[in-house]
């Protein structure tokens, strides 16, 4: 199927609301599961009819060239059946996500490795959007890379993701709590893993002298079993000052880590 700009024109207003969102959140992570998707997108349906639901949309998106299935692989796990197949944008999707979004979104490019990275950091993304929905805290902001980077002097700091969360305490008072991410996924050991902790302390110092009265993030490690995080904890309080900006935690529960340190 040649995807011509008549195509497209015909295309875009059969789309839904939905569907418009779908290629944004599938744009922005590159690659989402139908898992994700359905649990984003299909939460409000029936039990029985959820899966049926999510089934029709993907596979009317895939056949119309808005969604592919990635090297049409499944990811292992709990997941079965369709649920687990992996979803990236396809050539229409690419052009269509310019009306979703003010930033350009790059396709995504097979290579093995960034797989279990990318669906760690949407899996962090469709948790903390579910806590959201269930009241116990407002997801106010989740940005991803490379929007979530941030450049100070002649460097930039590559953190995974940011969120920013609020939440209303007992007595009506309400505080935000805003965190740089690492999805870690227990690959990285010795000096490249090392690097992470001294340049997020240069990023704190520098945020310190220009701006000393603002709130700095906390900076977390989501690490995905005890004995990795063991590991991250053993590494950041070898260092001064760790206490008071890292958190170590699991991807698993991640409310926890968040909750227990906000501003």
Known sequence: MSITRKYLNQLAPQLSPRDLAIIYEVGRFKLMTGGHLERLFFADCSDTSRARNRQAVLRRLTEHRVLARVGERRVGGAQRGSASFLYTLDVAGQHLSQSTSTRPRRPYSWYEPTIAHFLGIAELFVMLREVDQSGLFSLLDFQTEPYCWRTFGQRTL????????????????????????????????????????????????????????RAFP?????????????????????????????????LEHPVLTLLGHRA
């Open 158 to 213: 590559k953190p995974d993701a940011f969120a920013q969360i609020g939440i209303v305490l007992p007595d009506g008072r309400r505080r935000k709590g805003s965190f740089f991410i690492e999805v870690d996924r227990a690959n990285q050991y010795g000096a490249k893993i090392e690097t992470k902790v001294p340049q997020y302390l240069a990023y704190y110092q520098h945020d310190r002298l220009a701006q000393p009265e």
């Open 218 to 250: 906390r900076i977390v490690f989501l690490a995905p079993n005890d004995e990795r995080a063991g590991y991250l904890s053993r590494l950041v309080q070898g260092w001064s000052e760790a206490d008071r900006i890292f958190s170590v935690g699991l």
